[in-house]
């Protein structure tokens, strides 16, 4: 899912001014967010892919290509945050749903 | 491992320290709580189902063949135990028990004058063990 795109739009006043205008700083950064679900037949098995997941998450964040399933390509995309649903669900399988977002930043890093 | 069924007259019904006197039936059944239903960027169908939370309930409907103001009670907690058979023999005997707790008591009418129906949800003991045992009982009682 792509994040709202557009102006950054606040009002004159917030920034001192005396007017009921607004004003335009640039175009917000672009988000992508993935929602998922992490599978495995064993808890420690779930405990590999949220690991690898998270060895992605590096501080500072580096700039990749984001391509998703259908072949949709995002350059200078750097992922920024990731948060999983609020429980494991143990069922037939370990499972456990999740949101990564990704961001194209406006000075990339 | 449980299953649903439907026991018709069980002979002997235990509850607690309790029996049961006069149930017509037994039935228990098994019901998603939790449904996990997910489907891929690809198209409109699921591609993954999992039933993380599962109740398996029980319904116990006996005649009610004098005034009975005692218990059970919605909260009771205990071992509800039954034995089902085939034929009424001792062959192919079964002893269905389960650790369950009250969830309702009811009394419908029906044609055979007033009816007492209790809802129980049966307890695991550990959240991965099947609440529900059926053994073979031969003869016990």
Sequence with gaps: ?109 | MGAEMLAMNPRVVKFGTASWEGVTSISVDRGADKVVAEVSDLGPHVVFVDVPEQRVTARVTADLLTDDLGPPRPGDSGALVFFTSPAGTDGGRKKVSMTAVVTAVRHPGGPRGLARVIDLIAVSSDGVADPVTIADAGGEL
Excluded: H
Aim: charged share 25%; glycine share 10%.
């Design chain 1, 1 to 109: 899912m792509m994040s709202k795109r557009g102006q950054l739009v606040v009002s004159s006043f917030a920034l001192g001014g005396g007017d009921a205008g607004s004003v335009w700083l640039g175009l917000v950064e672009t988000d992508i967010t993935v929602r998922g679900r992490l599978q495995a037949t064993t808890e420690a098995a779930l405990w590999v892919l949220r690991d690898a997941v998270l060895e992605e998450l590096i501080d500072p964040p580096a700039a990749g290509t984001l391509v998703d399933l259908n072949e949709r390509s995002w350059s200078t995309m750097s992922f920024v945050s990731y948060v999983e649903g609020d429980r494991t669900d143990r069922g037939r399988v370990r499972s456990v749903a999740y949101t990564a977002i990704f961001r194209k930043f406006n000075t990339p890093p």
